[in-house]
């Protein structure tokens, strides 16, 4: 199953990520390599961010959301999880 997370941040995210950037890229990297995120990236400007998981429930994903330093230190201000049928491509 694929998931879409959708990331809002705070204002002066890029600013107040600095020292938590290397844990979250960290994290990111980690589950890549384990298959089951396949991409990550920010919008631009950088006011949110997008993350492709293919793994079997949502559940696996608000785990990756709960353990994320983003979260965890105030940088993302929402976040939603939507189930994604992916019709092409893999």
Avoid: C
């Amino acid at each position: 199953m694929h998931f879409a997370l959708f990331y809002e941040y705070v204002p002066d995210v890029v600013e107040r990520r600095k020292p938590f950037r290397e844990a979250h890229l960290a994290l990111l990297r980690r589950l890549h390599r384990e298959g089951r995120l396949l991409h990550a990236g920010t919008y631009q400007p950088v006011d949110g961010a997008l993350l492709v998981f293919r793994v079997g429930s949502a559940a696996e994903v608000e785990a990756f959301v709960k353990a994320d330093p983003y979260l965890q230190n105030g940088l993302v201000s929402s976040w939603r999880i939507r189930e994604w049928t992916v019709v092409v491509g893999g």
